[in-house]
């Protein structure tokens, strides 16, 4: 059974560094094209993808936001991480992460809201 | 970035009826793979995503058969054949073939 459960500070200040785990199980990110992205959507509003992690250390991400975003993984603890830097009201949302395989994103997380205020 | 186009915006529809969602994409969502990378998704109220369709026209797992999808390169259709009350929420199309990947701004699905 994949599962995949997104945990982050819940609120942080303008400026700060906002950081996201996505602990999974039920599948390896060591496996021949199994991937973990990141997704977000503010409230009331839609999807915006914003980066993805391979099994083979690739990474892809939104160029949209200009370079404030690291993905990164731990393959022994079943975990993905996500960095944005720099944080604003702008980045206030519901935090996804999902279960890609070439292409398919089949599996997500509940979600984890992120409030970025002052 | 490849932009997704979909229309309806908004779609009402009585229970048993039959309904269509397109997605139109500003370039070829062919991959030189020759995968075409066109999901669909449903994100019902105050839940996450799931998705429908993969690859166009692939059902996925545990999704029930009333839901369909087609098309190719840039012109892409969802259908649900017989609406049931549990259909109600947005529907994306997202496509994963061109990075940044993308998703359409939604069809909203609600009861006559």
């Known amino acids: 059974q994949v599962t995949l459960k997104e945990s982050g500070p819940g609120i942080l200040q303008p400026s700060q560094t906002l950081s996201l785990t996505c602990t999974f199980s039920?599948?390896?990110?060591?496996?021949?094209?199994?991937?973990v992205g990141w997704i977000r959507q503010p409230s009331g509003k839609g999807l915006e993808w914003l980066a993805n992690i391979w099994w083979d250390d690739d990474k892809y991400y939104n160029p949209s936001l200009k370079n404030r975003l690291t993905i990164s993984k731990d393959t022994s603890n079943n975990q993905a991480f996500l960095k944005i830097t720099n944080v604003d009201t702008a980045d206030t949302a519901t935090y996804y992460c999902a279960r890609t395989n070439w292409g398919r994103f089949a599996y997500w997380g509940q979600g984890t809201l992120v409030t970025v205020s002052s | 970035d490849v932009v997704l186009t979909q229309t309806p915006p908004t779609l009402s529809a009585t229970i048993g009826q039959s309904v269509s969602i397109s997605c139109r994409s500003s370039q070829s969502l062919l991959d030189s793979d020759g995968d075409t990378y066109l999901n669909w998704l449903l994100q019902r109220p105050g839940q996450s995503p799931q998705l429908l369709i993969y690859?166009?026209?692939n059902l996925e797992s545990g999704v029930p058969n009333r839901f369909s999808g087609s098309g190719s390169e840039t012109d892409f259709t969802l259908k649900i054949s017989g609406v049931e009350a549990e259909d109600l929420g947005v529907y994306y199309c997202m496509q994963a073939t061109h990075a940044p990947y993308t998703f359409g701004a939604g069809t909203k699905l609600e009861l006559k």
């Open positions: 039920g599948f390896s990110l060591s496996t021949y094209g199994m991937g």
């Open positions: 690859s166009v026209s």
